[in-house]
C-alpha cells in the first residue's frame, strides 16, 4: 500500500479590474501589437486598492474548498506560494489560514514562478510522510505591486490572481495507474539571480523594489530547463510524452508555451493556455490555469497531466500527476 497524494478540488480568483494591452499603451511607450507579437499577452487583472494577496489567495481556497466538498475543519495544513506577500512576515499563509478557520499549520514559499510546483511538492511530501491529511495549497500574486509601471519591458508582462488545489491522502497500489502526484523534480541555480530578481528587500534596502529582468537569456534558461525537467518527470514514471493527455505549464509567455511544446512534439491543443488573459501572474498561473482547464470539463479523472515551472533564482520543477 502507498500513500498518494490527490488533487481533490480546484478554485480560482482573479480581481475585478482588466487592463488590456491598449490601455497600457496610453500610459507606456508599447503597442498591442508588440506585446502581442513578443508574448500572446492581451490583457491582465489588476488587484483594486487595499485588496492584498491574501484576499485573492481566500477567495481562490473558498473555491476549492466548494469544488472537494470539505470544510475548514478538514484541512491541516495550508502553503501559499507567493513572491508578492501581504507583509514580510508573518507569512500570508497564516493570514488565510485566520480567515478560514482553520487549525493545524500554515506557511509561505517563495520560489517566484516555480512557487505552485515547489509548493504542491512539499504538500506532497507532508502528506505522504503522514503529518498531514487534507493540504490546501495556494499560488497567490499580487505583482502589479512590485512593477515598474514606467519600465515597459516588464510591467507588460505581469498580472494578479490566485488558484488553489485541496490535496488529499489516498491509498494506491504504488503502479502508475494509482490517482494522484507520480513523481516532481525541483531544482535552483542561484548562480542566475541577477538574470531575474527584485532591486528591493528588507535587508538589503528596506523597500519592496521592481522586477528587473535580462528577458532575452530569461527565455533561453527557461526552454532548456523545462524541457530536462519534463523529460525528468516521464523518466521517472517510465512515461513517454504520448501518455499525457494535458500539458499545464506556468503561463510566461506564449512563445516559451509554444517553444517547449514544440521541442516535445505536443499538439498545441494539449497545452492550457491562459497567458493570453491573464499574463504572467507568477506563483498563482499554473493553480489559475488547472482550474480552468478542470471547471470547463477539459481535464478528466483518469488523465496525464504535468505541471511546470521556471522563475526568478532560477527555480525550475514538474509534476506529473494522473487526475
Ligand atoms: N513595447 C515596445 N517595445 C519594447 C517593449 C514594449 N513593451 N519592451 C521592450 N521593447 C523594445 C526594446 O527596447 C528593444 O528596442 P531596441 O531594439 O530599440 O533597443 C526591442 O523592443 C527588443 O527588445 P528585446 O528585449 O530584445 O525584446 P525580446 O524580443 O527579447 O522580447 C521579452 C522581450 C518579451 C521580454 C522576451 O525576451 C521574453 O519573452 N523573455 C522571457 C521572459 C519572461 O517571460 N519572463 C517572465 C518572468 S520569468 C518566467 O516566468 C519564466
Not at 131 to 151: N, P
Not at 250 to 278: E, M, Y
Request: with cysteine; proline share 2%; charged share 20%.
Amino acid at each position: 500500500m502507498t500513500v498518494r497524494s490527490r488533487i481533490i478540488g480546484c478554485g480560482s480568483y482573479l480581481p475585478s479590474t482588466i487592463l488590456t494591452n491598449e490601455e497600457l499603451a496610453s500610459r507606456v511607450d508599447t503597442s498591442d501589437e508588440w506585446i502581442t507579437a513578443r508574448t500572446g499577452i492581451k490583457q491582465r487583472h489588476i488587484a483594486a486598492e487595499g485588496e492584498t494577496t491574501s484576499d485573492l489567495a481566500v477567495n481562490a481556497a473558498r473555491m476549492a474548498m466548494d469544488h472537494a466538498g470539505i470544510t475548514a475543519a478538514d484541512i491541516d495544513l495550508i502553503i501559499v506560494a507567493t513572491a508578492t506577500p501581504d507583509n514580510t512576515f508573518p507569512a500570508t499563509a497564516t493570514k488565510v489560514q485566520a480567515r478560514l478557520g482553520v487549525t493545524g499549520f500554515a506557511f509561505d514559499i517563495q520560489a517566484v514562478c516555480s512557487g505552485f510546483i515547489y509548493a504542491l511538492t512539499t504538500a506532497d511530501m507532508y502528506i505522504r510522510n503522514g503529518q498531514a491529511k487534507t493540504a490546501l495549497v495556494i499560488g497567490a500574486e499580487t505583482f502589479s505591486r512590485i512593477l515598474d509601471w514606467e519600465d515597459r519591458r516588464t510591467c507588460v508582462l505581469f498580472g494578479d490572481g490566485a488558484g488553489a488545489v485541496i490535496v488529499q491522502a489516498t491509498t494506491g497500489t504504488g503502479s502508475t495507474d494509482d490517482q494522484g502526484i507520480l513523481a516532481s523534480r525541483l531544482h535552483s541555480d542561484g548562480s542566475k539571480y541577477e538574470l531575474l530578481y527584485v532591486d528591493g528587500g528588507p535587508s538589503s534596502t528596506q523597500t519592496v523594489g521592481h522586477v528587473q529582468m535580462e528577458g532575452k537569456e530569461v527565455f533561453r534558461h527557461a526552454v532548456t530547463n523545462l524541457a530536462s525537467v519534463i523529460h525528468e518527470v516521464l523518466a521517472d514514471t517510465g512515461m513517454d510524452i504520448h501518455d499525457i493527455d494535458w500539458l499545464v505549464p506556468h503561463q510566461a509567455n506564449r512563445r516559451i508555451l509554444d517553444g517547449t511544446a514544440r521541442k516535445f512534439g505536443i499538439s498545441p491543443d494539449k497545452v492550457v493556455i491562459t497567458v493570453d488573459r491573464h499574463a504572467n501572474t507568477s506563483a498563482a498561473s499554473i493553480p489559475l490555469a488547472l482550474s480552468e482547464a478542470v471547471h470547463d470539463g477539459r481535464i478528466k479523472r483518469g488523465q496525464i497531466i504535468i505541471l511546470e515551472a521556471m522563475g526568478g533564482g532560477f527555480t525550475w520543477g514538474a509534476s506529473l500527476i494522473r487526475w
